[in-house]
């Protein structure tokens, strides 16, 4: 079956730091770039950061100011985001999702995950 | 940054009549714009891409239009399972930016 699972969210302090896992399966993995989402409760889809399938280049939200990093094992099919210096407001549902194949610049996302969630502690 | 704007923000239809779901870029997207269906506790799902194209096994009742900062879903006849949370994504411009989402609620 074709699918991303996602794995790590956890309770984590202001401050902290956590790594989130992505299991994909069904589909050559590092055919396709990557993508994290991410949901804050009650509001809308926020782009985070992708990867190309490579893992040679990555970009990133704005808003994260460098305190996220994406990569991807490609031997393992497992994508991740590291998260550090952890806020308030990234407490959310992270999802990942696939990305386009190798070569296509089209950055919309096919496949996804059901996410995991990520809460933060003062 | 590009920024989307879906309207309305909730949307009361009827089973059976079609809703129209609006969706406006600050900048041009060309047709670089997909729209995805969110309900609670579930993955996204794509529906559209390249502003009018299903994506594989969506249904001929949603229907995409638009290109450069104008865009429309229609949903042809609401069904219960339609009921949801319907965003569009920019993908033309870095960064990738999302709209806030329209609710389709029952009427």
């Known amino acids: 079956e074709v699918q991303v699972l996602e794995s790590g969210g956890d309770l984590v302090q202001f401050g902290g730091s956590l790594r989130l896992s992505c299991a994909a399966s069904?589909?050559?993995?590092?055919?396709?770039?990557m993508t994290w989402v991410r949901q804050a409760p009650g509001k809308g889809l926020e782009w985070v950061s992708v990867i190309s399938g490579t893992g040679g280049s990555t970009y990133y939200a704005d808003s994260l100011k460098g305190r996220f990093t994406i990569s991807r094992d490609n031997s393992k099919n497992m994508l991740y985001l590291q998260m550090d210096d952890i806020r308030a407001g990234d407490m959310a549902t992270y999802y990942c999702?696939?990305?386009?194949?190798?070569?296509?610049?089209?950055?919309?996302?096919?496949?996804w995950g059901r996410g995991t969630l990520v809460t933060v502690s003062s | 940054e590009t920024v989307m704007t879906q309207s309305p923000a909730t949307l009361s239809v009827s089973p059976g009549e079609r809703a129209t779901l609006s969706c406006r870029a600050s900048q041009s997207v060309s047709n670089n714009l997909a729209w995805y269906q969110k309900k609670p506790g579930q993955a996204p799902r794509l529906l559209i891409y390249?502003?009018?194209t299903r994506a594989t096994g969506i249904p001929a009742s949603f229907s995409g239009s638009g290109s450069g900062t104008d865009f429309t879903l229609t949903i042809s006849s609401l069904q219960s399972e339609d009921f949801a949370v319907y965003y569009c994504q920019q993908y033309n411009n870095w960064p990738l930016t999302f709209g806030g989402g329209t609710k389709v609620e029952i009427k």
């Open positions: 069904g589909f050559t993995f590092s055919n396709y770039g």
């Open positions: 390249g502003a009018s």
């Open positions: 999702a696939r990305g386009p194949p190798v070569g296509i610049n089209l950055w919309y996302f096919d496949l």
